[in-house]
T-cell receptor, first 112, second 116 residues
């Protein structure tokens, strides 16, 4: 069983739609939860991070963590064509915070 | 502030050869992590160096090794290349002082390695 499972997509939605991206994980010891965004031919960039259950909002983006269900989500409101990218969920432990475990990534396309 | 740089950007090698990839972190960052990205396995952690010492290691064979210099620049070496080593190799730098300073990583553009 993989440590983190993520639906690879691809996911295509019209501009302005609300996008929901999800991951599940198996190890309850994970304590830090992140979302990275990767544009084509670029390295990933950190989008959001959190270390507790609940919601964290940043502009059009909301990260949600449910530790009891081992489930993490990223919501994008008012999606824009510039949001078209691959989104990777990522987790790490307190004891080895640099050793990031990534999901396989969901390829998202926003249609104008 | 300059970003993470990786050289070379593209590389073609033959099976059995060895290769060395280079990474220059953001100024002031002491941690450099290396990742392998493939379509089948995704982004996988190779190892992390902090202050010239390997601090974390992923599940890769010993053919994959690395080192870090006193100026925080890092190199990754793969010996006896196999076809399956064809991948995008990404390095990432961070302050590395634990917590968010460790998992807030800044990635370079990667080195695309093709093994024939």
């Amino acid at each position: 069983q993989k440590e983190v499972e993520q639906d690879p997509g691809p996911l295509s939605v019209p501009e302005g739609a609300i996008v929901s991206l999800n991951c599940t994980y198996s190890n309850s010891a994970f304590q830090y939860f992140m979302w990275y965004r990767q544009y084509s031919r670029k390295g990933p960039e950190l989008l959001m991070y959190t270390y507790s259950s609940g919601n964290k909002e940043d502009g059009r983006f909301t990260a949600q963590v449910d530790k009891s269900s081992k489930y993490i989500s990223l919501f994008i409101r008012d999606s824009q064509p510039s949001d078209s990218a691959t989104y990777l969920c990522a987790l790490t432990l307190y004891s080895s915070a640099s050793k990031i475990i990534f999901g396989s990534g969901t390829r998202l396309s926003i249609r104008p | 502030k300059a970003g993470v740089t990786q050289t070379p950007r593209y590389l073609i090698k033959t099976r059995g050869q060895q290769v060395t990839l280079s990474c220059s972190p953001i100024s002031g960052h002491r941690s450099v992590s290396w990742y392998q990205q493939t379509p089948g396995q995704g982004l996988q952690f190779l190892f992390e160096y902090f202050s010239e010492t390997q601090r974390n290691k992923g599940n890769f064979p010993g053919r994959f090794s690395g080192r870090q210099f006193s100026n925080s620049r890092s190199e990754m070496n793969v010996s006896t290349l196999e076809l399956g080593d064809s991948a995008l190799y990404l390095c990432a730098s961070s302050l590395g002082a634990g917590g968010v300073t460790s998992y807030e990583q800044y990635f370079g553009p990667g080195t695309r390695l093709t093994v024939t």
